[in-house]
């Protein structure tokens, strides 16, 4: 028969006799009958240590540093709960939570006051099919004074103290426990000097209720965006441009603004919402402010005075009738606001502007791709300033006299000018940071060393290579910009385009056809692998082409060279020609004054 040892006494190791020996969990059963299910979990690890634990190995840390075999340490965590950590084999790092509660249920029992706190089990493996009272003695793991304490499985075998229901109650019993312990927070909400209001939320709740702006500017923003949304929104009911439910669905569009500017926050670098986008929030008010603008200005050209009119493709622009039409579909739009950001079919606003200034710098002055909005105001800024120097140049010699075999010398600097400012703008970039980086390096140096991302001692090269690569194409440029400048008003005073005016246009505009398509389709047809997906193998194959391996650097085939040099001609002769003969022949035609018209 299996013998049950007291508290005190070592484990016996089972022995086996003759019959049907009574097991742990039938003698365990009986005794937990006579006390009607009031078992709880510190109870049954007082019955699991009191049999598998050797009392006499066990005993309380005399000092801190105390690591010997089975040494007691005992700690309160953040909550108050008292726990423990037993070195050595003795131990294994189990950790009572229950260490409170277990203290005071027990108060008369100093020998489990004592070690019921640092509970270890040293046996064979526990079954798998031991069910969830094993689940619940596992033990978790414990940080002791900056050591991480590994995870130690509890294996008792054959160990079934408490029924499934027994373990439940104990569970919640235990749960409950340590929920009312657990301490509570509150934060002083001052409304006035002297007056403040108790908010019992903790942290995280009251950051996901209401987010907090980091910097003042911010906030000034975001106050004077909430204004002008409620200003444009009660001009637009005064003026009467909705009617009956109308009404109440453009209240819901500037309700969903203005709870936009509620929410929206922007994190700083330190912040874990770092990586939110912040930008979107304030998407909603400001197309919602340029839409009641935009409503607003069209209902005033449509009440004005008729301008005079202009016609596209058989449409009556700038007409009554046309901004009456372009209000309305601004109205309906804006009354569709919550589907079309719940759809997301508008970009973020610092996207729309850069692609809006962007497509205004290309189309009226032929410049390139931005990649910000402050890099597309600042070309757009840039082409603006060169085209109002050079606007001067132009009227002068518009105004002029022309004859027959003459060019103005006015109109030959304009070319001139005009062609070498261009040059200049296609090899800068649209970032003005890296400019406006090497003009501070020379006029304010002192500014440069100031660098507190940086430890000291250590320089980043990257911007120092940065303003090298700009100061040696600004130093190129004022060569080149000079040699352009004197070649093409050379070219536009020699009447060469009045004189072959006839011929020449025919020549120009052939050699560029031919070119562009030798360059830019017939060439890289010709290497594609597959080209015009019905040839098997490139045309223009290169030297290493039929190698398994290549042995040596690659070779500069004649085709690339060809492609290179037809794309330096095409930029810098033909299409300049072009242009100067167009405008040359149109510049004549401005400045001789039609019949019934007046002169400038």
Not at 408 to 418: M, R
Not at 462 to 480: G, H
Not at 508 to 518: E, K, P, S, T
Request: hydrophobic residues 45%.
């Amino acid at each position: 028969m299996r013998r049950r040892h007291n508290a005190g006494s070592n484990p016996t190791p089972p022995s086996s006799v003759m019959g049907s020996p009574p097991s742990l969990q039938d003698l365990h059963r009986g005794r937990a009958a006579s006390h009607g299910r009031a078992l709880t979990l510190p109870s049954a690890l007082q019955f699991a240590s009191s049999l598998l634990l050797p009392r006499g190995a066990i005993h309380e840390a005399c000092t801190f540093d105390d690591t010997s075999e089975g040494a007691v340490h005992y700690f309160y965590d953040e909550s108050g709960v008292r726990r423990s950590y037993t070195f050595g084999l003795a131990g294994g790092g189990y950790e009572n939570p229950m260490g409170q509660q277990v203290g005071a249920e027990h108060t008369g029992n100093s020998a489990w006051d004592r070690h019921s706190h640092s509970s270890s089990f040293n046996s064979t493996e526990v079954a798998e099919g031991g069910g969830p009272g094993l689940a619940l003695l596992q033990p978790r793991p414990v940080v002791l004074q900056g050591m991480q304490v590994r995870r130690v499985p509890l294996e008792i075998p054959e160990f079934d103290l408490l029924d499934q229901e027994s373990l439940h109650e104990s569970q919640e019993h235990a749960l409950m426990m340590e929920e009312r312990g657990r301490p509570r927070h509150c934060y002083k909400y001052w409304l006035l000097p002297g007056r403040w209001v108790r908010v019992r939320y903790d942290r995280l709740a009251l950051l996901a209720l209401l987010d907090r702006h980091r910097g003042v500017m911010e906030n000034v923003f975001v106050v004077a965006l909430v204004v002008l949304v409620a200003f444009l929104g009660y001009l637009l009911l005064l003026q009467g441009f909705f009617r009956d439910i109308w009404v109440f669905q453009f209240c819901v569009v500037i309700a969903s603004c203005q709870y936009s500017l509620l929410k929206s926050v922007q994190p700083d670098a330190a912040s874990p919402m770092h990586g939110h986008n912040w930008i979107i929030a304030y998407s909603r008010p400001v197309y919602f402010c340029v839409a009641c603008i935009v409503i607003w200005g069209l209902d005033l050209c449509a009440r004005a005075p008729p301008l005079p009119p202009a016609t596209l493709y058989g449409l009556a622009l700038f007409s009554p009738g046309f901004f009456q039409a372009a209000r309305d579909a601004t109205t309906v739009f804006t009354l569709c606001f919550p589907i079309v950001f719940l759809l997301g079919l508008l970009p973020q606003v610092n996207t729309c502007l850069m692609y809006v200034l962007e497509q205004l710098d290309m189309h009226l002055f032929g410049g390139t791709a931005a990649t910000s909005p402050l890099s597309a105001l600042y070309s757009l800024l840039r082409s603006l300033l060169v085209a109002t120097f050079l606007y001067g140049f132009c009227l002068g010699a518009i105004k002029a006299p022309w004859s027959d075999q003459h060019v103005p010398i006015l109109f030959s600097v304009f070319c001139g000018l005009l062609v070498a400012l261009c040059y200049h703008l296609s090899r800068q970039s649209s970032d003005p940071t890296v400019l406006w980086s090497l003009v501070r390096a020379k006029l304010f140096p002192e500014f440069e060393n100031r660098s507190p991302e940086s430890p000291p001692g250590v320089q980043d090269p990257l911007p120092e290579k940065l303003r090298s690569s700009v100061r040696e194409i600004l130093y190129s440029d004022l060569v080149m910009c000079v040699v352009i400048a004197v070649l093409t008003f050379a070219i536009s005073a020699s009447t060469v385009f009045i004189a072959l005016k006839s011929v020449l246009g025919y020549v120009l505009y052939a050699l560029a056809g031919l070119v562009g398509f030798l360059a830019h389709y017939l060439l890289p047809q010709l290497r594609k692998q597959l080209p015009w997906v019905c040839l098997a193998v490139p045309v223009l194959k290169p030297h290493e082409y039929s190698q398994f391996e290549v042995r040596g650097a690659a070779q500069l085939m004649w085709f690339e060279k060809l492609y290179v040099w037809l794309q330096c001609a095409e930029k810098y002769a033909l299409y300049p020609a072009v242009v100067l003969y167009a405008l040359t022949l149109d510049a004549q035609a401005a400045s001789a004054p039609q019949p019934g018209t007046p002169c400038l």
